[in-house]
């Protein structure tokens, strides 16, 4: 499939507070992250490459040692192997993180 209509792509809820939907392709993946203010991605890494930006709302995103705060049109990049952890600050706010490869446990 080459389309996406994604807010008719089935919610997944990997935390509290925390609704994914995934575009998955080969060598890339799309997961697009709703968000409650409060809700956590708590501290892990894994071997994907990750970037991501900020569509709407904001984040304080850990990367490693550094903390800060991501809004609506930041971006950042996570490497491979790096711990990292979100935190969400605005009801409503919406992420965008793109892997490579993709997970196979979003998929």
């Known amino acids: 499939m080459s389309y996406y209509d994604v807010k008719s792509i089935e919610a997944k809820k ?41 569509i709407k709302g904001s984040v304080e995103l850990t990367i490693g040692q550094e903390t800060q705060k991501v809004s609506q049109g930041g971006a950042y990049l996570i490497p491979s192997g790096v711990t990292h952890r979100a935190k969400c600050l605005e009801n409503g706010t919406e992420v965008l993180d793109i892997f490579s490869p993709p997970r196979e446990e979003y998929r």
Do not use: C, I, L
Not at 15 to 43: H, I, L, N, Q, W
């Open 14 to 54: 990997p935390a509290a507070g925390v609704e994914m939907r995934v575009v998955s392709g080969e060598r890339m993946m799309m997961v697009f992250f709703a968000m409650k203010t409060g809700a956590e991605v708590p501290e892990h890494a894994h071997p994907h490459e990750q970037m991501g930006t900020v």
